[in-house]
């Protein structure tokens, strides 16, 4: 059903985090749409998804509480995640201490 499959994803997510970790890699995850698209997702037509906004947001706080060596931000579509991933790139792991949504959200990133 709807909800084991997105245990199962959820379960998925955390173990490929778990690995990096072990493997001392920093993630940046890096969402193509804007945070308010992503608040309110399940109000906008072009998105799809059998999760609610509510499950969504624990899953992610709980990843964020759970692993300093990730991040997750939103970018206001592609053009911007590009532009975004880029900086991002070209930081030299600056990023590593910086809020990059906060960065965005400033427009210094």
Same mark, same amino acid.
């Given at each position: 059903?709807?909800?084991?499959?997105?245990?199962?994803?959820?379960?998925?997510?955390?173990?490929?985090?778990?690995?990096?970790?072990?493997?001392?890699?920093?993630?940046?995850?890096?969402?193509?749409?804007?945070?308010?698209?992503?608040?309110?997702?399940?109000?906008?037509?072009?998105?799809?998804?059998?999760a609610?906004?509510?499950f969504?947001?624990?899953? +992610?706080?709980?990843?964020?509480?759970?692993? %300093?060596? $990730?991040? #997750?931000?939103? *970018?206001?579509?592609?053009?911007?995640?590009?532009?975004?991933?880029?900086? +991002?790139?070209?930081?030299?792991?600056?990023? %590593?201490? $910086?809020? #990059?949504q906060? *960065?965005?959200?400033?427009g210094?990133?």
């Open positions: 059903d709807a909800i084991s499959s997105l245990i199962r994803g959820y379960k998925r997510i955390d173990m490929e985090i778990e690995r990096a970790a072990k493997s001392n890699i920093y993630l940046i995850f890096l969402v193509e749409e804007s945070i308010k698209n992503a608040l309110n997702f399940n109000y906008l037509p072009h998105i799809h998804s059998k609610n906004p509510k969504l947001w624990h899953n +992610i706080r709980e990843l964020l509480q759970k692993y %300093k060596h $990730i991040q #997750i931000c939103f *970018a206001d579509g592609r053009k911007e995640a590009a532009r975004i991933t880029k900086r +991002i790139l070209f930081s030299n792991g600056v990023v %590593k201490d $910086i809020d #990059i906060l *960065a965005i959200d400033l210094v990133l």
